[in-house]
């Protein structure tokens, strides 16, 4: 009795099949020309194809009296012959080739404006993505020392989008950057997207003391009044801004956008040679509260402060330190004390050794000084790393080649996010 075989291929056509059995094919016709892989028989006899819907099914029958059934899932419209393939790869590559060329071609163009302390980021956003337009202002003053500002070919950017990179690191440039923010919307451009890195009022966003001023109302609202462009309200891109409920400051003119710097980290921390013996430690509930859910898969660490006498000392709240690289984690730090105080108290634990992460080094004074090195694993000494983002250019200067830091750049996630 002659033997039977059936076999179901979810390959699109049945070229595609045949790159998957190396062996020769044997070319028929029917609604669509197409060629179908075989084994090796020693003769063929017969050929009988029928096309059902989107089957195609086919019978050989060999001299020995053997049967081979292909039952093949396909859709005749769209076959390819087989020996219109080069190799293998060719399909896939000419998918992924065409699919790249689609995406260029269909990326979002922006002219992207900086400010002169974001220069290396705009440089490096840019970098990244071949529809970013770099564009430059002249930052100049007057002899009073307020702003003389220049926006070199302002009508050539009619029509565009466009974006503008800002670093308020310090009162001193804020004012010279709102006016720049405020006329580029005016200039009949598309669309604005402000990209403010690192919001810096952030920690002063309540009052509690009559009298109190939260400044960081005051800095949403003034955001909320850049004039509208044509295309809808300002979009604004900042990253772990200090607390979620500040976007609740922003009026309707404006759209804000919330980004993290945790998936830095997170790819960071896949790299080291002990990363399987990592666990996240949190300084406060506050930063736990921030962070947790996008890195709950490492075991963590909960510190607290508690008040002893008219000190505030920090203690381990929850989860065990002992034998783990601890990896401590917050949104921004400025003197540091919280993060020193941390380290030690994870030191006298048992963690074999300590880093830090923050989004945001702000370091005022030189602060960064009190941050040591451990030296190969004595974390009673100092920390392995201190992970930082360039979200603060002044600070990138100042820490550069200087052991623990190590800065993970916000730029892909910049070019990223303009092209939403």
């Known amino acids: 009795m002659a033997a039977t075989r059936s076999f179901s291929s979810p390959c699109k056509s049945p070229s595609g099949f045949a790159h998957l059995l190396k062996y020769p094919t044997l070319s028929s016709s029917s609604s669509s020309s197409t060629s179908l892989p075989l084994p090796k028989p020693s003769a063929v006899n017969a050929l009988k194809k ?42 896939p590559m000419a998918t992924s080739s065409s699919a790249l060329e689609s995406s260029v071609k269909n990326a979002k163009k922006v002219c992207l404006f900086y400010c002169a302390e974001t220069k290396a980021l705009a440089e490096g956003i840019a970098a990244h993505s071949d529809a970013i337009e770099l564009r430059t202002i002249t930052w100049r003053k007057f002899d009073d020392g307020f702003p003389n500002i220049f926006i070199p070919n302002a009508q050539g950017i009619r029509g565009q989008h466009v974006a503008f990179l800002a670093s308020f690191n310090s009162p001193a440039v804020i004012f010279e950057q709102l006016s720049v923010i405020y006329a580029l919307p005016k200039l009949f451009i598309s669309s604005f ?10 920690t002063s966003e309540r009052m509690e003391d009559e009298g109190d001023v939260a400044t960081a109302f005051t800095l949403a609202r003034a955001l909320s009044n850049i004039p509208i462009p044509r295309g809808g309200p300002t979009s604004l891109v900042t990253f772990d801004i200090h607390a979620l409920q500040e976007r609740f400051y922003f009026g309707d003119n404006i759209l804000p956008c919330f980004e ?28 736990w509260k921030r962070f947790h859910k996008q890195l709950h898969h490492f075991p963590m660490i909960v510190c607290a402060k508690v008040r002893e006498g008219d000190q505030r000392i920090v203690r381990i709240k929850e989860g065990d330190p002992s034998g783990r690289h601890v990896v401590i984690v917050d949104d921004l730090v400025q003197s540091g004390s919280t993060l020193i105080e941390c380290q030690k108290v994870l030191a006298a634990h048992g963690a074999a050794k300590i880093s830090a992460y923050v989004t945001h080094g702000i370091f005022p004074n030189r602060s960064w ?11 009673e000494n100092g920390l392995s790393y201190f992970w930082i983002t360039d979200s603060c250019p002044s600070t990138v200067q100042a820490v550069k080649q200087k052991a623990p830091f190590e800065v993970l750049s916000l730029a892909a996630s910049i070019a990223a996010t303009l092209q939403i």
Do not use: C, M
Not at 193 to 202: A, K, N, R
Not at 369 to 379: A, I, V
């Open 50 to 91: 029928k096309t059902n819907n989107h089957q195609v099914r086919s019978e050989i029958r060999s001299y020995d009296n053997h049967h081979q059934n292909w039952t093949i899932e396909a859709d005749p419209l769209r076959f390819i012959p087989t020996s219109s393939l080069a190799s293998p790869s060719s399909v």
């Open 193 to 202: 997207t402000l990209v403010l890195p690192f919001f810096p009022t952030g």
């Open 260 to 287: 993290s710097g945790i998936p830095l980290l997170k790819n960071r921390l896949q790299q080291l040679p002990d990363s399987d013996n990592v666990s996240i430690a949190f300084p406060d509930d506050g930063a």
């Open 369 to 379: 000084e009190r941050f040591e090195h451990d030296n190969g694993g004595h974390p």
